[in-house]
């Protein structure tokens, strides 16, 4: 019989027992060097921490990692460059969810499709870009009101990339797993924001 511990891991920087999805993966590189395991593939020792600033920020003061994974102090651990890969590690995720709703067409992309699927269907998540002018803003506080969650992400031309297009300034997220997938990164990046 599993217990429930047997589904928790230990945050290296809080101590506070987690579900291990609410945590990122770190291990010790061929060299010893502590690496972001962001896929949690790598195999070997690991250690897990919470992808917040504070988290990261004390398990790097402490040398934390260092002792669970039994390597080496090392001094020169650099938190600002561990949230660095963090954060890529993170926008690749959303980027890949993106991918993946569109291959799904469960997508509206541009303000016209956008709008269409607010008017015809519970939207569970709009993306504005970070630069999108104010009529692509508007648009998606309106669908706030169908209960549509709001967030911004990413330029226009590295959301139209992802389509092949030049630029996109508004898109709706369709699946509600992949949306609530989309969200949880989308806090965890909130979370490692300066």
């Not at 945050?11 to 690496?35: I, K, M, N, Q, Y």
């Not at 890529?88 to 997508?107: C, E, P, Q």
């Not at 709001?150 to 630029?167: D, I, N, S, W």
């Amino acid at each position: 019989m599993q217990t429930q511990r047997d589904h928790t891991r230990t945050c290296v920087g809080c101590r506070a027992a987690t579900d291990p999805a609410e945590l990122v993966r770190v291990v010790a590189d061929p060299s010893g060097r502590v690496a972001l395991d962001a896929r949690g593939r790598l195999g070997g020792r690991g250690a897990w921490v919470h992808p917040t600033r504070a988290c990261v920020a004390n398990m790097v003061k402490r040398h934390a990692a260092e002792r669970s994974l039994k390597v080496e102090v090392q001094r020169d651990l650099d938190v600002g460059k561990i949230l660095g890969e963090l954060r890529a590690a993170l926008a690749r995720k959303a980027d890949s969810l993106i991918v993946v709703a569109s291959r799904a067409r469960a997508v509206a992309v541009g303000a016209d499709a956008v709008a269409d699927a607010l008017e015809k269907t519970r939207v569970p998540l709009v993306l504005v870009a970070k630069d999108a002018g104010q009529v692509a803003a508007a648009l998606a506080d309106a669908g706030k009101g169908g209960g549509a969650r709001v967030a911004r992400y990413a330029t226009k031309m590295e959301l139209g990339r992802l389509f092949g297009r030049g630029e996109v300034a508004l898109l709706a997220l369709l699946d509600g797993r992949i949306a609530s997938e989309m969200n949880s990164t989308l806090d965890r990046l909130a979370a490692l924001e300066d």
